[in-house]
């Protein structure tokens, strides 16, 4: 039962990428999903949410208009589309299994790292 | 989405209980029951601890435990272990549809 997340690198400022999570052991579709990210030495940030059935996506502020989250259920996997990429999305991001729906994060991919530098 | 305010370290002896406050508003900590509570050791993807104020998962040591009162939630670890030196981060649902961590708090077991 675990999550695993892929897609990370180095990007220039402005750039796009786009990052997967996928998931095993479990029923995907059954479960609201989670990006949190975390910059080097800092703290945790939560990123976005897509429901169980991909209906319904929120994100926070600081990403908003320039990240898409999104779910492949027959594919188990979770994606998050990073558009205009700053600086500042320099981070670890993780991908998290919400088991209660409203925001207990009971597990957790290992991460894959960004890196936005010109 | 302001972080909700936790102190930047606390610290304890082994066998001690230490509590970790995690101060939001009546738009995230004070109005839902939504507080989740995660460790993270250095290196390692953050860990469950405690959900919905004071759930606590199925298996988890009974040395954690969480309360709520207004709009400050707290995790209470007793009986300090080594091994409970870790980063420890509260979350909470909000009036806008979103989560907002905590700053984190390095715990340290003296």
């Known amino acids: 039962v675990h999550l695993v997340e892929s897609g990370g690198g180095v990007v220039q400022p402005g750039r796009s990428l786009r990052l997967s999570c996928a998931a095993s052991?479990?029923?995907?579709?059954?479960?609201?999903m989670h990006w949190v990210r975390q910059a080097p030495g800092k703290g945790l940030e939560w990123v976005a949410v897509i429901s169980y059935d991909g209906s319904i996506k929120y994100y926070a502020d600081s990403v908003k208009g320039r990240f898409t989250i999104s779910r492949d259920s027959s594919r188990n996997t979770l994606y998050l589309q990073m558009n205009s990429l700053r600086a500042e999305d320099t981070a670890l991001f993780y991908c998290?299994?919400?088991?209660?729906?409203?925001?207990?994060?009971?597990?957790w991919g290992q991460g894959t790292m960004v890196t936005v530098s010109s | 989405q302001s972080a909700l305010t936790q102190p930047a370290s606390v610290s304890g002896s082994p066998g001690q209980s230490i509590t970790i406050s995690c101060t939001g508003t009546s738009s995230d900590v004070g109005g839902y029951n939504y507080v989740s509570w995660y460790q993270q050791h250095p290196g390692k993807a953050p860990k469950l601890m405690i959900y919905d104020v004071s759930n606590r998962p199925s298996g988890l040591s009974n040395r954690f435990s969480g309360s709520k009162s207004g709009n400050t939630a707290s995790l209470t670890i007793s009986g300090l272990q080594a091994e409970d030196e870790a980063d420890y981060y509260c979350s909470s649902y909000t009036s806008s549809a979103v989560w907002v961590f905590g700053g984190g708090t390095k715990l340290t077991v003296l």
């Open positions: 052991g479990f029923t995907f579709s059954n479960y609201p």
């Open positions: 998290a299994r919400d088991n209660s729906g409203q925001g207990a994060f009971d597990m």
